[in-house]
């Protein structure tokens, strides 16, 4: 498994949204990316999680960030939960589990005394240079927002 850290560079994004539209890291050298990592469009934490960055969408963007959120959901099942939350940013559906498997963020859980494989929910910040700046390992997904402008004092 991939052990990223802060400081190393981003592993290279060239993927397609929901929508079918081309996302490359580089379309963010401008701005500071929250690339956040959820299991499953429309389950409960992951709803949370994406609802409580849509709602502070605007401000997170005013503050020089872009949202990009993966999953290895279908771009059907992103349509669905970008159109059903009214969420403001692109969702890459990574089917084949690229990108996931670039930022190391698939592995072991444990639900309900279940063991299984699955994406470990992680948010990674990348700084306008391409540079890792923040990972957050533990997201406290109903004020996730509020945990990122935290970190940066904002």
């Known amino acids: 498994m991939v052990r990223l850290k802060t400081g190393d560079k981003a592993p290279?994004?060239?993927?397609?949204?929901?929508?079918?539209?081309?996302?490359?890291?580089?379309?963010?050298?401008?701005k500071k990316l929250i690339l956040f990592f959820y299991p499953k469009a429309n389950t409960?934490?992951?709803?949370?999680?994406?609802?409580?960055?849509?709602?502070?969408?605007?401000?997170?963007?005013?503050?020089?960030?872009?949202i990009i959120g993966v999953s290895a959901d279908h771009a059907k099942e992103q349509k669905s939960f970008i159109r059903k939350y009214k969420?403001?940013?692109?969702l890459i559906p990574d089917t084949d589990k690229s990108i996931i498997?670039?930022?190391?963020?698939?592995?072991?859980?444990?639900?309900?005394?279940?063991?299984?494989?699955?994406?470990?929910?992680?948010?990674?910040?990348?700084?306008?240079?391409?540079?890792?700046?923040?990972?957050?390992k533990k997201v406290t997904s109903a004020t996730h927002a509020e945990q990122i402008l935290r970190v940066y004092n904002l």
Not at 87 to 90: E, G, I, K, M, S
């Open 44 to 66: 409960e934490t992951c709803t949370v999680e994406a609802c409580n960055l849509r709602d502070h969408y605007q401000e997170l963007v005013e503050k020089g960030f872009a």
């Open 12 to 30: 290279e994004i060239n993927a397609l949204d929901e929508a079918g539209n081309a996302v490359k890291l580089a379309d963010f050298k401008d």
């Open 87 to 90: 969420l403001p940013f692109p």
């Open 101 to 136: 498997a670039k930022y190391g963020v698939w592995g072991p859980k444990k639900m309900m005394g279940r063991e299984y494989e699955g994406i470990i929910r992680t948010t990674f910040v990348i700084s306008e240079k391409g540079t890792i700046e923040k990972i957050f």
